[in-house]
């Protein structure tokens, strides 16, 4: 029998949903979580208990516009993991059918669920329950960083990258052409990238030094000028951030 997680900001669309899925016979065990971020949690426990472990997961269905993390980037970190569960996106928005596929999701099912169509959704993901798991994709060099993006595998340049910011237990990164979000904590980063020139600003900012264009003090608040974007610079960090731009070449 599946076991399943919902995933919706939304208490009363939760409860609904996970009143249907517990209808279902094909469900063993049903869960709630009311953001991405407790799911993306969750989902590392099942991971760590294995497939056939206590806390294991073997489908998400996901809502898509969610506060923080939103559905589509949590289904883009989940391809990922080395088993990742399968997913079926349940939406009130029609527009992002596409992308739910690319990603490879198992069903796209629009609000307000119905019985009939969330249980055509349930026996997909029961039939692909017993599919051979992906292949995750592994750091191919210290100079480059593999990303998610529409399903595709990319590499990101380190020396592309402008910043670093911290979500929670993720990172994204930010390019002078967009931003990325990885499965990587910031402080993990920090330590690797560290002979590379980048350096903690605040709790939540890692900068490389070679990107930051100006340093400014404000009434006392120091910042810095990364490309477009102003990074606060915190108190802790100021003096060792002034040392090493005087000793930059």
């Given at each position: ?190 330590e690797r990238w560290r002979s590379r020139g980048f350096v903690r600003i605040h709790r ?11 340093l400014r003090l404000d009434a006392g608040t120091v910042s810095v000028l990364v490309g ?22």
């Amino acid at each position: 029998m599946l076991r399943a997680l919902a995933v919706d900001d939304e208490r009363p669309s939760l409860e609904e949903l996970l009143y249907l899925l517990q209808a279902d016979p094909r469900i063993g065990s049903a869960e709630g979580a009311g953001d991405a971020t407790e799911a993306l949690r969750r989902i590392n426990r099942a991971l760590e208990s294995g497939p056939g472990g206590p806390e294991a997961i073997d489908v998400v269905f996901l809502d898509i516009q969610m506060p923080g993390l939103d559905g589509l980037d949590m289904a883009r970190l989940l391809t990922g993991f080395a088993r990742p569960p399968l997913v079926v996106f349940v939406t009130a928005h029609e527009d992002f059918a596409v992308q739910a596929f690319d990603l490879k999701a198992v069903d796209y099912v629009l609000k307000p669920v119905r019985k009939e169509r969330l249980a055509e959704a349930v026996r997909r993901a029961d039939e692909l329950r017993g599919a051979a798991p992906r292949i995750p994709v592994h750091e191919p060099d210290p100079d480059h960083l593999p990303v998610e993006l529409g399903g595709v595998t990319r590499f990101v340049a380190v020396d592309d990258i402008t910043h670093v910011e911290a979500q929670g237990d993720y990172a994204r990164l930010h390019t002078g052409k967009g931003s990325h979000l990885v499965r990587i904590p910031l402080s993990t980063l920090e330590e690797r990238w560290r002979s590379r020139g980048f350096v903690r600003i605040h709790r939540r900012h890692l900068v490389a030094l070679r990107h930051i264009g100006e340093l400014r003090l404000d009434a006392g608040t120091v910042s810095v000028l990364v490309g477009s974007e102003e990074l606060q610079v915190s108190r802790r960090h100021t003096r060792e951030l002034r040392d090493l731009l005087m000793r930059r070449p």
